[in-house]
């Protein structure tokens, strides 16, 4: 499938509020983790701390691959691919949308990128590259 997301497929990510990051560990194995996310655009946007192995695999080689499953019966999914790199500065909007979808609400106050400096929070940013797999999504292709 193209590196261009089409609605149907951007509509199921945005919908599903986790998914499994996949990223190279220096030995070549594999780290996999959940973790929450929103999108924008062609991008998968995830909030993380900057000591995580997954930060670090990213800033090593630039890449990673996220799975996203549906929860319910037939189960749809979608596995996108691409460039990825770590996000320090102009967060603060993003790491706010995604504790909402982990908490529920946002934060009661605003977040700045000195604030999450603070707390080592950091947005993982994959440009969509690739489509891998699209199953079950209505419209998905």
């Known amino acids: 499938m193209s590196a261009a997301l089409n609605d149907a497929v ?7 509020p986790v998914g499994v990051l996949a990223t190279s560990r220096k030995d070549g194995s594999t780290r996999q983790s959940v973790v929450y996310h929103v999108v924008d655009g062609d991008r998968i946007l995830i909030s993380t701390m900057s000591d ?10 630039g890449r990673a691959s996220y799975a996203v499953l549906g929860h319910q019966k037939p189960f749809p999914q979608v596995i996108v691919e691409g460039p990825a790199r770590v996000l320090c500065e102009g ?3 993003t790491t706010m949308a995604i504790f909402e ?9 605003p977040l700045t990128d000195e604030m999450l ?3 080592k929070r950091v947005i993982l ?4 590259e690739k489509v891998r797999d699209v199953s079950y999504v209505a419209g998905g292709g």
Not at 101 to 109: D, F, L, T, Y
Not at 125 to 128: G, H, L, R, S, V
């Open 117 to 119: 400096a603070g707390m």
């Open 125 to 128: 940013e994959i440009a969509i």
């Open 101 to 109: 979808k982990v908490s529920g609400s946002r934060p009661a106050s």
């Open 10 to 16: 951007r509509a199921f990510l945005a919908e599903q």
């Open 91 to 93: 967060i603060s909007e």
């Open 52 to 61: 995580r192995g997954k930060t670090r695999d990213v800033l090593r080689t």
